[in-house]
């Protein structure tokens, strides 16, 4: 489980856009989802940013409405989803759900379709 756990937090960290390469970026999460630990909290994360890319991919293949546009490379970070649900929810035990309500709120304003 340590060499997982170590594998999570290194590929959060360096899949990191806009990430200086002099500076490791420390994931920080402010916040408890639901009874997970630090790691699993950190999988969620990872595998929502993962699903919003995938979102952002169909509905530009399908020529469908946008509610939010990724970026240029196609990556909306664990960075960016960190501090979106840190802001809202510091020193909060918050479930999934409002998790994912909150990411959906922010991203037209973080990623807007031009």
């Known amino acids: ?7 999570i937090f290194c590929a959060l960290a360096i899949a990191t856009p806009g ?24 999988t969620w994360v990872s595998g929502f940013g993962y699903a919003l ?9 399908h020529n469908q409405t946008r509610v939010f546009c990724t970026p240029v490379d196609g990556y909306i970070g664990s ?14 035990t918050i479930t999934s759900e409002e998790a994912t309500v909150e990411i959906m709120d922010k991203l037209p304003s973080r990623y807007p379709c031009e």
Request: glycine share 4%.
């Open 53 to 61: 890319d995938a979102i952002g991919r169909i509905t530009i293949e």
């Open 79 to 92: 960075k960016e989803l960190l501090e979106i649900l840190n802001a809202k929810f510091a020193g909060q």
């Open 1 to 7: 489980m340590t060499k997982f756990r170590t594998l």
């Open 19 to 42: 990430a200086n390469s002099s500076e490791a970026w420390v994931p920080e999460v402010n916040f408890q989802l639901e009874d997970a630990d630090y790691i699993r909290t950190l």
